[in-house]
């Protein structure tokens, strides 16, 4: 299984970008896929996660109104549209297919459910 990560780069607070996730090897339409991130000296946290049919979208607290999260599975591509970003969202921000297929690991987002990760795409946000 392969996790490819992509759109990350610098952009003004207030600005936006989407990220891009592509996964290959496993039915990608069979599992909840997660957006994660890491600031450096911080745990890595949750961001956003949807279930394997997209019937299901879940949001920390911080991003709910300024994140959408949406999948295209005959692309097998996740995407993530972040707004009005904050210099303190500066992170290393990665996707996570869950482990098990057709299963609810989004309502729980425990990332020990998440088995396939990957690299990570750098946000940052200047102030």
């Known amino acids: 299984v392969q996790v490819v990560e992509s759109g990350g780069g610098l952009v003004q607070a207030g600005g936006s970008l989407r990220l891009s996730c592509t996964a290959s090897?496993?039915?990608?339409?069979?599992?909840?896929i997660g957006w994660f991130r890491q600031a450096p000296g911080n745990k890595r946290e949750g961001v956003s996660c949807i279930s394997w049919g997209g019937g299901r979208t879940y949001y920390a607290d911080a991003v709910k109104g300024r994140f959408t999260i949406s999948r295209d599975n005959a692309k097998n591509t996740l995407y993530l549209q972040m707004n009005s970003l904050k210099p303190q969202e500066t992170a290393m921000y990665y996707c996570?297919?869950?482990?098990?297929?057709?299963?609810?690991?989004?309502?729980?987002?425990?990332?020990?459910?998440?088995?396939?990760w990957g690299q990570g795409t750098q946000v940052t946000v200047s102030s």
């Open positions: 996570a297919a869950a482990k098990k297929p057709r299963y609810d690991s989004c309502s729980s987002w425990a990332q020990a459910d998440f088995a396939y």
């Open positions: 090897g496993l039915t990608f339409g069979d599992y909840d």
